[in-house]
C-alpha cells in the first residue's frame, strides 16, 4: 500500500447524507474514475472494569486487511494481529465488555483513478447504526512517505472536495516524515470516529 490520508467531509444543511455522497461519487466518476468495489472499517469499543484505571481499547477491522486485526488503546499503542483477536476480547468481556453503543462503521464505494484509491464512506454509529457523517479516504500508491506527496494529494482532494481539504489529520501530522502502515490508516479513522463520538455526546 501507499500513503492513505483520510478527510470527513461535511454535509450542508438541508441535505441528506446519501444525497452528498451520491454527489461525491459523480464528481469522482466524471473524472474517468473506475468503481473497484465496496469497503468497509468499523470500530468496536471496549471499556476496562478496573475501578482505578478506566481504560478504553478500540478493535478496528479493515476489508483492505481482512485478516488482520487493529487493537488501539488511549496511549495510540497499537497491536496489530490476526483476526483471532475478536475471539480474546470475547473471552475477556469480564474484564473489557464491549461499550454500549460505541460502535462505528464507515463503508461505501471503492474507486481506483491512475495511482489514486479513493473511497466515500458513510458513517454509522451506536445500536441504530444512525447516520453521522462522511469520510473520504484517499490513497496515493507510489510513495511510502507522506511528506515526499502531501502536496500533490492535497491538490487532488482539493479538486474533488474543494475548500474543506486542508491540513492532515494530527495523526498523519506525527508521521510526515515515516514509513507509512496499515496502522497509520486505522488511527486516522479512530481519530474522526472520536471526534463523531464527541460531537453526538455534545447533541444529547
Known amino acids: 500500500m501507499g500513503v ?3 478527510v470527513s467531509f461535511p454535509v450542508p ?5 446519501q444525497q452528498i455522497v451520491d454527489i461525491l461519487q459523480m464528481r469522482i466518476e ?20 478496573v475501578p482505578s ?12 486487511q481482512p485478516a488482520t486485526c487493529f487493537s488501539i488503546l ?13 475471539v480474546i476480547m470475547m473471552k475477556l468481556k469480564a474484564f473489557y465488555p464491549k461499550r454500549e453503543g460505541a460502535k462505528f462503521d464507515s463503508k461505501g464505494q471503492q474507486y481506483e483513478l491512475g495511482d489514486f484509491v479513493l473511497k466515500v464512506g458513510s458513517v454509522s454509529f451506536g445500536q441504530s447504526m444512525s ?3 462522511i469520510l473520504v479516504e484517499v490513497e496515493y500508491r507510489p510513495c ?4 515526499d506527496c502531501w502536496n500533490l494529494m492535497k491538490e487532488f482532494l482539493q479538486g474533488i472536495l474543494g475548500s474543506c481539504v486542508d491540513s492532515p489529520s494530527n495523526h498523519l501530522k506525527s508521521k510526515m516524515d515515516a ?8 488511527h486516522q479513522y479512530l481519530e474522526h470516529f472520536n471526534n463523531f463520538r464527541k460531537t453526538v455526546a455534545q447533541s444529547r
Open 4 to 6: 492513505v490520508w483520510v
Open 13 to 17: 444543511e438541508g441535505k441528506s447524507g
Open 30 to 49: 466524471e473524472l474517468g474514475a473506475e468503481k473497484t468495489g465496496t469497503f468497509s472499517v468499523d470500530c468496536q469499543s471496549y471499556q476496562s472494569q
Open 53 to 64: 484505571a478506566q481504560k478504553l481499547v478500540h478493535v478496528l477491522h479493515n476489508t483492505d
Open 74 to 86: 488511549d496511549s495510540s499503542t497499537c497491536l496489530v494481529a490476526d483476526n483471532l483477536f475478536d
Open 131 to 133: 447516520f453521522k457523517g
Open 144 to 147: 511510502m512517505v507522506a511528506a
Open 179 to 186: 514509513i507509512y502502515s496499515p496502522a497509520d490508516t486505522m
